[in-house]
């Protein structure tokens, strides 16, 4: 079965308080459904129209788990604390068998 990935490329970090809150949130309810953080952060080398901005990607089992964690009452609350401290692409992507 092909797992899942939560992908998420920041174009702009305007309020890291709500940033962190948001991740005091998340945390929690990315680990109920199993998802493990493979990528946060770090170096980045953008090509093409990439921006060299915080990337995080986060593996789940499935891709239905990837989006039942996203659709679930505790990542809301998170995305809820986040509100308009970030502007970001976020995807969710189903992997190769």
Sequence with gaps: MPKGYWVSAYRTISDPEKLAAYNQLAAPAVQAFDGRTIVRGGRVVAHD??????????????????????????????LAALSDGVERDFRIVEGLD
């Design 49 to 78: 129209a990439g921006i060299a901005e915080r990337t995080v990607v986060v593996e789940f089992d499935s891709f239905e788990q990837a989006v039942a964690a996203h659709d679930s009452p505790a990542y809301q609350e998170a």
